[in-house]
């Protein structure tokens, strides 16, 4: 399991800071919330491959509603 910052997770996916906020939030809300991993309220990182699980879940979410499915 490799663990990754705030700062790491922004740079790998081209997110901006806003952007990644709004997913680590949509992400805490989710069946995959243990992606995420808060020390407090500062501290926070990520679990790389429950991440990119969560986001293909995200986007397969995507896919069934834009077709009408869900």
Known sequence: MKLLTPRE?????HYKKS????????CL????SDAVIMD???KTLIKE???E?????????AKK???GLI
Do not use: C, H, I, P
């Open 49 to 51: 491959d429950r991440w």
């Open 65 to 67: 509603k834009y077709f």
């Open 19 to 26: 952007t990644f906020y709004n997913r680590r939030l949509e």
């Open 40 to 42: 407090g309220q500062r």
């Open 9 to 13: 997770v922004m740079a790998k996916y």
């Open 53 to 61: 699980e969560w986001l293909e879940w995200r986007s397969d979410q």
């Open 29 to 32: 809300v989710s069946d995959y």
